[in-house]
């Protein structure tokens, strides 16, 4: 089994810039691609990044492409998100995904259930 852990939520200004971690641990040979969605309270998921295994695919979301990066350690299951300029409308919780299949990120999907992994989430609140 592989467990999901997210780092790095937390209430930030807007116009700040903020990083979120995320590793697996268990059976983690795998080669995963990794990426974050995110809900904001009451609303569905939002796709927000994806990265494949050797980072040579990247995809953002349409709300956050000009001011996120993802990258992620070469040869492990460890991923960051850096997002800039703030806005309170980024408010969610973001959650950690991993999957075998690049194409969930690349056409995102946002159930849960299509993933392979999904991780419970951390909180970021943007205060205006």
């Known amino acids: 089994q592989v467990q999901v852990e997210e780092t790095g939520g937390g209430l930030v200004q807007s116009g700040t810039s903020l990083r979120l971690s995320c590793a697996l641990s268990?059976?983690?040979?795998?080669?995963?691609?990794m990426g974050w969605f995110r809900q904001p309270q009451g609303k569905g998921f939002e796709f927000v990044a994806g990265?494949?295994?050797?980072?040579?695919?990247?995809y953002f979301g349409d709300s956050v492409k000009d001011r996120t990066t993802i990258s992620r350690v070469a040869g492990q299951n460890t991923i960051y998100l850096q997002m800039n300029s703030l806005k309170p409308e980024d408010t969610a919780v973001y959650h950690c995904?991993?999957?075998?299949?690049?194409?969930?990120?690349?056409?995102?999907?946002?159930?849960?259930?299509?993933?392979?992994?999904w991780g419970r989430g951390t909180q970021v609140t943007v205060s205006s």
């Open positions: 995904v991993a999957d075998t299949d690049i194409s969930r990120f690349m056409k995102p999907v946002t159930d849960t259930q299509a993933h392979d992994y």
């Open positions: 990265i494949s295994w050797n980072s040579d695919e990247k």
């Open positions: 268990g059976r983690t040979s795998e080669r995963f691609a």
